[in-house]
């Protein structure tokens, strides 16, 4: 069975500051990850995704993830934080099938002060 | 996100109502979702539908009813729900090509269940 840990629930970090998101996944075979964003009373949008490739996938509103296979790690980077980057972030992994099954982690809120 | 939308937005009902949820996707994708997200808790996946075709359907309770007429619209019918039903509800769409594929989200229905 995959999984998925996001091992802090809340992340603080004053405005302008890089922003690290953690997640950690457990697969077999070939993990297929991804970032979601969820604003208050807003469904999940997404951010990126890493299927094959370079190690770091740039995504959208200047975000970026790096995969690590041997830390079985993607986590979510931002070089310079936003006050309206504050929101609830998910990082799921995808099983097989003839649809995309995701499986989500617990999610992490970021909180960005001024 | 006017390219998965959610009706309705919120919904009250008690415990012996029936309602049902709408998902209507204009993408043109093959695959549609149902998740539940509930406080402190991941989201669940619930259904999947592949053209159609239910694919996934993860010990949900009988009380819940999914219906895909087709591959742009998506149902989610309600009975006799119990308290711990109260929940966002989630609706999605991929292109259905597989594993990697990206889902996108509806804004989710608020259900609250009296």
């Known amino acids: 069975a995959q999984s998925v840990a996001q091992p802090e629930d809340q992340v603080n970090v004053a405005e302008g500051n890089p922003l690290t998101v953690k997640c950690t996944y457990s697969?077999?075979?070939?993990?297929?990850l991804f970032w979601y964003v969820q604003y208050p009373n807003r469904g999940l949008q997404f951010l990126l995704k890493?299927?094959?490739?370079?190690?770091l996938v740039k995504g959208s509103y200047g975000f970026e993830a790096e995969f690590n296979k041997s830390q079985t790690s993607f986590h979510l980077k931002k070089p310079s934080a936003l006050v309206s980057d504050s929101a609830l972030y998910f990082c799921?992994?995808?099983?097989?099938?003839?649809?995309?099954?995701?499986?989500f982690g617990t999610g992490t809120r970021l909180q960005v002060t001024l | 996100e006017t390219g998965v939308t959610q009706t309705p937005r919120h919904l009250v009902m008690g415990m012996t109502n029936k309602k049902s949820l709408k998902c209507e996707q204009h993408?043109?994708?093959?695959?549609m979702y149902w998740y539940k997200q509930s406080a402190k808790k991941p989201l669940e996946l619930m259904f999947v539908?592949?053209?159609?075709?239910?694919?996934e359907n993860n010990s949900v309770p009988s009380r819940f009813s999914p219906e895909c007429p087709n591959s742009s619209h998506l149902f989610l019918h309600l009975h006799t729900l119990q308290p711990e039903d109260s929940a966002l509800y989630l609706c999605?769409?991929?292109?259905?090509?597989?594993?990697?594929?990206?889902?996108?989200f509806g804004p989710g229905t608020r259900l609250t269940v009296l």
């Open positions: 539908y592949s053209l159609e075709e239910r694919v």
């Open positions: 993408l043109g994708h093959n695959a």
């Open positions: 890493y299927i094959t490739g370079d190690n």
């Open positions: 999605a769409s991929s292109p259905g090509q597989g594993t990697s594929d990206t889902q996108y």
């Open positions: 799921a992994v995808s099983q097989g099938g003839t649809a995309s099954k995701l499986t």
């Open positions: 697969v077999s075979g070939n993990p297929y």
